[in-house]
């Protein structure tokens, strides 16, 4: 493996492989700052804010960038009405607001929606307009976005195949579309840009005080071999598997601010269908039998229904079963306010579903336990537990004055809202012009193209992109592999093109080009090549295995 260099510019601030054996001996004479541990949303978080911070930060993920939760959400950026039933100002609050803080950020990856939330009853749309009121004054909305009142023509025109006989009235307000794989990539790639070394495919093995910091061991999951680093502040954002490398600490723990608190985890399953077969025209959030609110979201070919909110007692995966019942919850939920549909189960093109870390409290069901994070620390380990894709960002000034503290330092982020790669200076519908017009590609390709690479589009794709499926070019699987740390062929398909769940009638027709270009780049042979189509094919296929039970 070679040592890739960062640089401040984004279309070369590159993550993945580095030589590890050359950090774990310079971490011997010279422990880093901070490793963070976990490469989700969270530690994505830390790990850009440690760096621009000035710190000598490592961060090590298992997996794949964003292989866990950070890329099963339903992509919502938002502080969540339901929230405000339960009282919880002040989590809908910094949500509401940090919307617009992403949207400086990556305007490329957020993407500002119109929501419509249907009411059955005159109390309920009367409820909705107060709350969407409130919602919108904890959040500062603009006068020019706040919501609208929709009633007998204003909806049928709104959202023509909604079941106004059963939903009559309706409230539509702003809400955030993100994409969440995306931008995890896109901040640790900020973090690579301020210095950071950014590392996939590593397993953490073991922590350990030692003196004033921790060692930490870590095994390459390429090469099968062990090294070791030095820092003086660990911090673990694991996600679900948080808890996990806490009991396999040694001289460090949760500290006295967890004494009695454990995560629970909580399964939330998606589907996908043909955008023709649920045709929203915007996102709406339906209500489920049991109360609990879920989402329909067109996104380009496709809209995907979600989420559940279910106890999973089996602990921290990456792939989660889906099951039938499940499925069969979601598809009822449509089907009751979309009935012109008539989903069923041979609709569903794919399935995911991702593990949300809550914090536990007793008594409570999934669906009422706070989406809060907190911060637990033991010395030089410190651990962010709970929270929610929205509050990243907040998340890890929390997790950075944790670390400020231990190492007697102001580690203040000088531009907290600085543009992550392909977000400087985008204007979305100009820069779509610009590509569609380049590259003579139609209008849902292009704003494909601009919704994953923003202004880095054109770095991308060169000046003669060779198309391997109607959608996807050649060049997007080189920039995957070299500048986005991309090492297998899951990698790239589900988390750095999204074509297994945006485009699944193309993610099949990808899965041979884009291995034998991958197999070029990354010197692969015929075995392993063969090896990598028959898992990424073995996974398409079990997205829809629930069809068998």
């Known amino acids: 493996m070679t040592d890739r260099p960062s640089s401040a510019t984004g279309s070369t601030a590159r993550i993945g492989r580095h030589d590890l054996a050359v950090l774990a001996a310079r971490s011997a004479e010279r422990p880093f700052d901070v490793i963070v541990i976990g490469g989700g949303i969270t530690g994505a978080g830390v790990a850009r804010h440690a760096a621009h911070a000035g710190l000598d930060t ?80 904890l959040g500062a909305v603009a006068r020019v976005e706040r919501h609208h009142n929709l009633v007998g023509p204003a909806l049928a025109a709104a959202e023509p195949a909604l079941d106004r006989a059963r939903c009559p009235r309706a409230c539509l307000y702003r809400e955030y579309l993100a994409d969440d794989a995306r931008l995890v990539v896109g901040t640790l790639r900020a973090a690579a840009a301020a210095g950071a070394a950014i590392v996939n495919h590593v397993e953490v093995e073991a922590v350990a005080r030692r003196g004033d910091g921790c060692r930490v061991t870590a095994r390459d999951r390429r090469t099968g071999q062990a090294h070791a680093f030095g820092a003086r502040v660990v911090v673990n954002a694991a996600g679900p598997w948080v808890e996990r490398l806490l009991d396999a600490a040694e001289g460090v723990g949760r500290g006295t601010a967890a004494a009695g608190k454990h995560l629970f985890l909580s399964k939330g399953v998606h589907l996908v269908v043909a955008h023709e077969r649920l045709p929203v025209r915007n996102m709406v959030m339906m209500t489920a039998a049991d109360g609990r609110p879920v989402f329909a979201i067109a996104r380009d070919a496709v809209t995907y229904v979600g989420t559940t909110d279910t106890p999973h007692g089996s602990g921290p995966e990456h792939w989660p079963t889906v099951a039938a ?58 651990t962010v537990a709970g929270g929610k894709l929205t509050g990243f960002r907040r998340m890890a000034e929390q997790a950075l004055a944790a670390v400020g503290v231990v190492l007697g330092r102001d580690v203040t982020m000088p531009a907290p809202l600085a543009p992550l790669p392909g977000g400087e200076r985008v204007d979305i519908p100009t820069l779509r012009a610009e590509i569609a017009t380049r590259y003579q590609l139609a209008a849902p390709v ?104």
């Open 325 to 382: 019942a499940e499925v069969d919850y979601l598809l009822e939920t449509a089907n009751a306010h979309f009935p012109a549909s008539r989903l069923a189960r041979a609709d569903v093109l794919a399935t995911w579903a991702g593990l949300r870390p809550l914090i536990h409290q007793p008594g409570k069901a999934p669906r009422e336990m706070s989406r809060r994070d907190e911060i637990w620390q033991d010395g030089p380990l410190v």
């Open 58 to 137: 490592l961060l090590l993920e298992a997996d794949d960038f964003a292989a866990g939760t950070s890329s099963r959400s339903t992509k919502l950026i938002h502080g969540g009405l339901r929230y405000l039933a339960m009282g919880d100002f002040a989590l809908v609050r910094e949500g509401a607001l940090e919307r617009k803080s992403l949207l400086a950020m990556a305007p490329h990856l957020t993407e500002p929606r119109w929501m419509l939330v249907p009411a059955t009853g005159y109390a309920t749309y009367w409820k909705l307009r107060i709350g969407i009121g409130l919602y919108e004054r």
């Open 446 to 549: 292009a704003n494909r193209l601009v919704r994953l690479y923003g202004s880095e589009t054109f770095a991308v794709l060169g000046d003669a992109p060779r198309p391997i499926a109607p959608s996807v070019f050649a060049e997007e699987v080189r920039w995957a592999v070299e500048v986005e740390g991309a090492e297998t062929l899951e990698d790239v398909l589900y988390r750095r093109l999204r074509a297994a769940w945006y485009l699944p009638g193309e993610s099949a027709d990808l899965v041979e080009p884009c291995a034998a270009t991958m197999a070029d780049l990354l010197g692969w042979d015929d075995e392993r090549r063969r090896r990598e189509i028959a898992a990424v094919r073995s996974r398409l296929a079990s997205e829809r295995a629930f069809a068998r039970s």
